[in-house]
């Protein structure tokens, strides 16, 4: 059985594989291989995670993970980006368990989260614009398309 949790340092690998095995999964068909080992070196790298799992504060609620006879199948953490709107900043999961759930069990995790203890009244999240994957799970969870920004982590001559 599939247990929603906050993350603890033991769950540190198990992110940090999760979101990278993800990662490579959902972005190959769009991104570089360099550009997305370089996104997985700057967000997922072991020693930031675990950091990441220490500190929780308004800004960035921590990471709350899926876990299965103590695999983390899944990753999702997200903060306050103003007084009153939240932001999903990453969910990610294992690309062998997709469309089981556990995508939804996460992202209301942080929904809850956001609503309890910050008192969001709207929630945000960010997607590449060709993300067969992430688009229609959002949609399908009632998010809007609202307008298109700058992708994170670009250089300057990267246009995504």
């Known amino acids: 059985m599939v247990h929603v ?9 198990g992110i940090s594989e999760v979101c990278s095995d ?3 999964a959902t972005y190959k068909d769009i991104y570089t291989q360099e550009y997305i080992e370089r996104i997985i070196k700057e ?3 072991p020693e930031r995670i675990s950091e990441e799992v220490k500190t929780a ?7 709350f993970v899926a876990v299965e006879n103590g695999e983390v199948l899944g990753a999702c953490g997200g903060g306050m980006i103003s007084e009153t709107a939240g ?3 990453v969910l990610y999961l294992n690309p062998k368990r ?21 008192h969001a009244f709207e ?14 799970f959002y949609v399908a ?20």
């Open 87 to 89: 932001e999903v900043f």
């Open 123 to 136: 929630q945000w999240v960010s997607v590449q614009k060709s993300n067969s994957k992430g688009i229609p």
């Open 5 to 13: 949790i906050k993350a603890k340092p033991n769950h540190v690998q």
């Open 57 to 63: 504060n308004r800004q960035w609620g921590g990471y």
């Open 141 to 160: 969870k009632g998010f809007l398309y609202k307008h298109e920004q700058r992708g994170y982590g670009n250089n300057e001559n990267e246009k995504l």
């Open 98 to 118: 997709r469309n089981e759930g556990i995508g939804t069990k996460l992202l209301e995790a942080v929904t809850n989260q956001q609503k309890s203890e910050f």
């Open 43 to 45: 967000f997922y790298d």
């Open 22 to 24: 993800a990662t490579r």
